[in-house]
């Protein structure tokens, strides 16, 4: 029996004719896009928020086309996926030297870069997931080799549990058999009142339940699988409705952790019987499956 639970609107005291134009704003967001990528090379400062800007020009794109049916959809996911992994690729090489990234079908010399503030363990963490969405085996292979060792020279100002997560995803997809190690750390790290630096509102209902996710996909229980999956939606709505400037932000169209998990669930057999736009079906199925050379 397939489960539905369909996306939230925006909220009643929005005019959404007078107040939110989507075609502008993606028109916007979409020559943004372009005009940092056509920087990412040469701007450091351009290139530390480009993840973020090709991330919610993806979103975006699936306000307007929830299924993710359209090309340009699945073409802003590959992108914000390969912006991501560029990041790492970039961060994980010596100093001084150059390396190749394919970012928007075009072959990139990037400057290496070693540790830098942007290249944490909480966009690894997305970049990870993108590529679980965009089903890159070259990339993931790659990001699970990324040591977290540079991930905490970044600096950034992170709960433990993060490191913990990480390396259960780095352990899982290189066959390691710590998985069960690193995982319960990072269950345990995201308790109760366990967040000292994240919103613990964020904890609760948006960085846990991709563990628990992930821990159901290990269990390979199709039912519990999936009722989980109810449960982290239903979370992430709840999250995304709090008030009325979350319930407008594109970061909320797309549930990307669940999405992500759910991927992996699938190309482990796992049925997904859960539908909602929080995760396009179009990306949920890989329905666009070499239709780009990413």
């Not at 100093?95 to 072959?107: F, H, L, M, P």
């Not at 963490?125 to 990001?143: G, I, P, S």
Request: glycine share 6%; net charge negative; proline share 6%.
């Amino acid at each position: 029996m397939v489960t539905r639970i369909p996306r939230h609107g925006y909220p009643p005291s929005i005019d959404v004719e007078n107040d939110i134009d989507t075609a502008a704003g993606l028109e916007g967001l979409t020559e943004t896009v372009n005009w940092q990528l056509e920087e990412f090379d040469s701007s450091p400062d351009l290139r530390a928020r480009a993840l973020s800007t090709a991330l919610a020009l993806a979103n975006a794109r699936c306000e307007v086309d929830p299924d993710a049916s359209q090309f340009e959809t699945w073409e802003a996911w590959v992108t914000a996926m390969q912006v991501g992994s560029a990041w790492f690729a970039m961060a994980s090489r010596p100093e001084g030297s150059t390396v190749t990234c394919r970012i928007k079908e075009k072959d990139r010399q990037l400057p290496t870069t070693g540790p830098q503030p942007h290249v944490n363990a909480g966009s690894w963490v997305t970049a990870f997931y993108l590529a679980l969405v965009c089903r890159d085996v070259e990339r993931l292979n790659e990001l699970a080799r990324v040591p977290v060792s540079l991930l905490r020279e970044s600096g950034a100002t992170l709960d433990e549990y993060i490191y913990s997560w990480v390396e259960t995803l780095q352990s899982f997809w290189l066959g390691r058999d710590d998985v069960a190690t690193h995982l319960t750390a990072a269950v345990d790290g995201t308790g109760p009142n366990s967040a000292r630096y994240a919103d613990q509102n964020e904890m609760s209902l948006i960085l846990y339940p991709p563990i628990i996710l992930f821990y159901r996909v290990l269990r390979a229980d199709p039912a519990e699988f999936n009722e989980a999956l109810v449960d982290a939606l239903n979370w992430h709505k709840t999250y995304w409705t709090w008030d009325d400037d979350r319930q407008i932000s594109n970061r909320g169209f797309v549930a990307l952790g669940p999405l992500a998990i759910a991927c992996l669930a699938k190309e482990r057999g796992l049925p997904v019987e859960v539908e909602s736009e929080y995760l396009p079906k179009a990306l949920l199925d890989f329905a666009w499956r070499g239709e780009i050379d990413t």
